[in-house]
Each structure stands twice: as C-alpha cells, then as structure tokens.
C-alpha cells in the first residue's frame, strides 16, 4: 500500500480552510521520526527544546545550529514523507536579517526542512518578511517564547490579561501580513488563541492553548513520559512509556547479575568441527610459542 502523498502549504491552508484538524508533532531522530511518519500525522516540528528533552539543558539557549541541523536531517532520513519545521535557535537570526536568512537556509538545505521557524511578534517580523523574500516559508510562534522565557517571567501562561490578549493579537497580524504561512500559538488561554484563529487567514496551531486552533501540537516525550524532569499540564499522556523503560532497564540488570541473560535463544553458535579446529590450532600456537627472553635465559 503506497503512502499518503507528503502535505504542502496549499494543502495544510485547505485543511484549515476546511476544518479539518491538523496534526503536528516535535521529534528530534530517526527513531521516532519513523514511527511519526507511520503513524500518518500531518508535520513534524524538529524543536529546539530538545536542549531540554534530549541533552539535559535546563533551557533551549545552549542549542546551536549544528545541534537543529544535525538533528533535523535525522529526523528527514526516518520520515521522508512529512512536513518538516525546523526550529531557528537562539542568537542564529536575531542579530541581523542576513544572518537570519542564512541560518534559514542551512536548515533548509543541511537538515532537508521544508519551512522554518521562529519565536517572537513585531519584533522579528524584519527577520520574517527578509526570510520569506529569499524563498524560505516561515512559521511564526507566539505565547509563551522558550528562548525569551526569562523575559516572560518563566515558562508561564502568557496573554492572561486584556492589554497582554490584545498585543498576542496584534502579533499574530504582524505576523501574517509579513509573510508566515502558519503561526504556533502556545500557552495561551483558550478564548484569546481562538480570537487568533478567526481572524487569520493561515492556519493557527494550539500548544496548550485550548480546542479552537486549526491544529495542535505536542512535543513527543510528553505524550509518551519520556521526559522525566517535568510534566506539563497542557499535554496528555497517551502511553507512559518513561514507567516501561525504567521497568525493563531494571530486569535487565537483574537479568545480567543473575546470569539469565543471555539465555541459549541469545547466542549464536559454532560447529563442533570447527571448535575441534580451533582448539587443535591454538595448542599447535602455543607448543610453537617462543618463551619469554627473561625467562629462556636464566
């Protein structure tokens, strides 16, 4: 059976139109990024939160370029046919439009993205209007900001009163008027993130912002309990597969220790004929063996 043909924006606009919701998922190798494209879903957002999930930050600062291009590329050779969103990480477009662009097309043409991604409102929307004019789609992400987190007071619901609602607002039209083919909305509460949706004219993806976006998104260790350090409130547990993994890493151990691992359906073995060889040839070695000068001349 062949697989569904990989989504375009035209595609993704016409669900949206449609009212057809959109799937989105973060993921950051080849093995999931398997299991995502099996599954069927819609995008892939190659986050940089994976300084958090994957190398033990405690932010998304520390993450490089080598980090999202290396991880991107990964994650396109295990799903081929998806949609691919690359994050642009701290400092790789803030300082200029031209490094902007250029940080932009090493996550199209190293990492094999279809779009990238950016964080902030009116702020960045220079960076956004000179990475749409060099052929790049954008996708715009307001809310809560992981890289400006600290600025925002922590990793905290944004938008919670009217003169915040309203600036969330007027970003996500910024946005749009500057070219963003979709906008991430995370963590704001569920009315202002639908005032958001029914004034756009691209498609609006929820993370921990209510039912009424056109899509949502979840980062794949929340849905699975992969990520041990936190979890939030916005994302449901589909399998805790974090109680699996600890629970079979601990009857690995005991398996070892107690020596009923490896068993005799683990082993691989070897013709009596050849072991007789062998052994014939390494007595043969050691009767021919030279003894040692420190002991042959005493």
Known sequence: MSKPRKLQIPDLRRKAREGTPLTMITCYDYSMAHFVEEAGLDMVLVGDSLGMTL???????????????????????????????????????????????????????????????????????????????????????????????????????QGKTADAAARLIEDAALLEAAGVFALLVELVPDRVCRIVTESAQIPIIGLGSGPDAHGQLLIFHDLFGLYPDFRPKMAKLYRDLGAAVLEGLKEYADDVRERRFPAAEHRFAMADDEIAELERRLSTSRRRRPLPSSISSS
């Open 55 to 157: 190398l033990g930050f405690d932010s998304t600062l520390p993450v490089t370029m080598e980090d999202m291009v290396r991880h991107a590329a990964a994650v396109r050779r295990g799903a081929p046919g998806q949609f691919l969103v690359g994050d642009l990480p701290y400092m790789s477009y803030q300082p200029s439009n031209a490094i902007a662009v250029k940080s932009a097309g090493r996550l199209m043409a190293e990492g094999g993205c279809d779009a990238v991604k950016l964080e902030g409102g009116r702020e960045v929307v220079r960076r956004v209007e000179a990475i749409v004019e060099a052929g790049i789609p954008v996708m715009g992400h307001i809310g809560l900001t992981p890289q400006s987190a600290s600025s925002l007071g922590g990793f905290r619901l």
